[in-house]
């Protein structure tokens, strides 16, 4: 593997901090608050990822952001300068915790002397991060909802709210850098147990483990990943979903991983293919396209340059090998504060360009039923202010027998 830096490394000395985005954003806006309640959007905004998802933000343009939390919510990774106030959602003793709640939104907004006009909220449920607590989203009941659109009359501007996702700050790079950082401990296990006999699901599980073995190291308090690992023909499925099953590996196989992982809040998404000791002959040059094409895609990114383009760029090397039937997908979107952010996608004649700050996929691939595999490789990749840098490269983490992860 080469180094993880692949041309120059750094972001603007002075970019916009997450505070004047967001500001910029009320005032283009005309709004004096935005209330959020979603994972993703708590995180952006404060620093906080929500334990149960139950909680709520306030953010005002001219004051501190007011933070509304479960009565059973811990405490130990709220940021300490955000004000707080607790609402009985736990307490069996309390028969509607979110009238409770709307209630104390609404004498926060008449302090602040906010008009329903001047506040703006995304009401939608959909494409949401998980919180902590991660086997289920906790749902906004249909009642609590139309309570909180009474207080927010501008949803209008949802489009204008999710561009705040796109550039990325400093902090929230480090982040995600941490994020990619421990997905390659997850990959590392993945190349370790590429061995006939071993089920897809048994790989799976090896690298989901890795990763949750994290929590407690270097600051991590949340560390869960999502392994997706499919062998053989079952890897030529991987252009329209990805599964693990009980398949065993067997010699030759390509062994696709799709791996999603969330760590303190921020997200990596990466994917890698790999074969059982030597690729079969019917699948070895799908395998050296993709690693082509994925290449040639990453080595473009820089500022300025079209989402267009870069497709253009993947799609045309797996074109020139007569595949390009069997690329199916997009060639990337952003990623960071959800598995898959808000944004345009990497995609066929896509105008829109890449600026400093975004973090994005690239992630050809090529899946062939008649010859029994597929492939696909996938990094997250920083646009800086004169090229680009990979986060999820990790010196040494490399394949068997050498071939960069």
Known sequence: MGA???SASFVSANPPSRAQQIRSFLQKNDLQAWIAWRPDELLMLSGYFPYWGASLLIYFADAEPVLFVPQIEP?????AALRVQEYPWGDLKCADPYSALVAAVGNELVKA???RERVGMNLSASRTSLPIQAAEQIPMPEAFSGQLSALAAKPDCQTAFA????????EE???IRLANRVANVGLQAF?????????EAEVAAAVESAIYRQLGHDGIFHSRGWAMVQSGPNSADAGRFNRSTGRRLESGDLVLIELATCVNGYWSDLTRTAAVGSPKPAVEQILAIVRDAQQTAVNAVVPGVSAGRIDALA?????AAGLSTYFTHHTGHHVGFRYHDPGFLILPEESAVLEPGMVITIEPGVYVPDRGGGARIEDNVLVTESGHEVLSRIEGNEQPGGKRA
């Open 191 to 199: 190349f370790e147990n590429l061995h006939p006999g071993i089920a």
């Open 163 to 170: 561009e705040l996702y796109l550039r990325k700050v400093p």
């Open 75 to 79: 405490r130990d990774h709220i940021p």
């Open 315 to 319: 799609r045309g090397k797996i074109a």
């Open 4 to 6: 993880s830096i692949v």
């Open 173 to 175: 790079i480090d982040a």
């Open 113 to 115: 002397d906010i008009s």
